[in-house]
């Protein structure tokens, strides 16, 4: 398999859930991602950023197959996966794992780290003969910077970091090319979030790893991401090279986003303006007509209630904005009145 093709792609993809409601009205399905592309390439790695609710971990979790979409393709290797029968698509989810936000609920309790960290090649049996799994376990356990020694603990014998390191060994246990790492470190102490990444990003330079990496704090994923996509209500408003997208963003939602970011130096950097976010974020059973974003949006004209702006380019990454060029120079050219 060529590096060069062995990336996921997710086209249009939409995730639902049945609808709450009575025994007699059933609601709307909720579209928890809605029409939704992206793209993870080996060696490269594209951060994914949005409030709590707004589709991540559903798109995670769709991606490495645990649900399954409403509609949209996911294709990885040049293979289309969500169409694939079921053989073949248990060979190609293979090589597309997950790290899971929280070491302490994604180990079973009651397995040992040996267990845990083999758990792929029990469902995948043709990939490693049994007699190695001792020693493949010690060196999978080294990769991640644990002892050998380790793996007869039980999860609840381990501090968060280094259960955060199983983690990531069973993610690896199968060589995978794609990881999705959901929130990977936002459950773990300040102290040991820096260990963790720094790790992740040494495992994605001498392996080649391609990073789907989500996170809701944009301070963290703008340090290890190449390209960053902004998520909101279940889809991309905006999306491009990370230095782009994170020192002039385009799109109102990421301006807040960002300026909200903590900034780990700030005497460092000039002030930024901080844009504060009212409002809740609209359910995604009955998200606003029009841009979703709208009826949150300093800049929104009667425009943005009638027509759903779609990704378009504008100055080297991806927005979907009416006014993303008036929002790149601070909304200088709209009426103060509706800002
Ligand atoms: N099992 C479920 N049944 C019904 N609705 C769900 C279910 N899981 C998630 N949702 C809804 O789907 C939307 C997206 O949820 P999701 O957990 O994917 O978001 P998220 O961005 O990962 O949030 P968080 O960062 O809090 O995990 C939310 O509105 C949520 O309420």
Not at 45 to 58: A, D, F, I, N, Q
Not at 100 to 127: A, C, M
Not at 221 to 239: K, N, Q, W
Not at 301 to 306: G, H, K, M, N
Request: glycine share 8%.
């Amino acid at each position: 398999m060529s590096t060069a093709t062995a990336r996921l792609e997710v086209r249009q993809l939409r995730v639902s859930y049945p609808a709450g409601g009575g025994p007699f009205h059933r609601g709307p399905d909720i579209h928890a991602v809605d029409r939704l592309s992206l793209t993870v390439t080996p060696g490269r790695t594209l951060g994914l950023v949005g409030e709590s609710g707004c589709g991540k971990s559903t798109l995670a979790r769709t991606i490495v197959g645990l649900r399954r979409p409403a509609g949209g393709e996911i294709w990885y290797d040049g293979r289309r996966v969500d169409h694939a029968d079921p053989a073949t698509r248990r060979r190609l989810t293979a090589e597309i794992q997950m790290v899971y936000q929280d070491p302490y609920s994604s180990l079973n309790p009651r397995k040992k780290v040996s267990f845990i960290v083999t758990e792929g090649w029990r469902v995948h049996r043709d990939r490693v003969p049994r007699h190695e799994w001792a020693d493949r376990t010690a060196d999978l356990l080294a990769r991640v910077g644990l002892a050998a020694e380790l793996a007869d603990r039980y999860p609840h014998q381990l501090s968060g970091g280094q259960r955060q390191r199983v983690g990531i060994a069973r993610a690896l246990a199968l060589s995978p090319r794609i990881v999705v790492c959901d929130e990977p470190v936002s459950a773990l102490d300040v102290s040991v979030q820096a260990q963790t990444l720094n790790l992740l990003a040494d495992l994605r330079e001498d392996l080649g790893l391609g990073y789907l990496f989500i996170a809701h704090d944009l301070s963290v994923v703008r340090h290890i991401s190449d390209d960053l996509a902004v998520m909101y209500l279940g889809r991309i408003v905006e999306t491009g090279p990370a230095a782009a997208v994170y020192d002039n963003p385009a799109h109102p939602y990421t301006q807040a986003l960002i300026s909200a970011a903590p900034v780990p130096r700030p005497w460092a950097v000039p002030p930024r303006e901080r844009i504060v976010l009212t409002g809740e974020v609209p359910s995604p059973a009955s998200p606003p007509s029009g841009c979703r974003f709208r009826t949150r949006c300093r800049l929104a004209q009667p425009r943005c209630a009638e027509i759903e702006p779609e990704l378009r380019t504008v100055a080297g990454r991806e927005v979907a904005c009416h006014y993303a060029e008036t929002s790149l120079t601070g909304g200088a050219t709209l009426d103060p009145a509706v800002r």
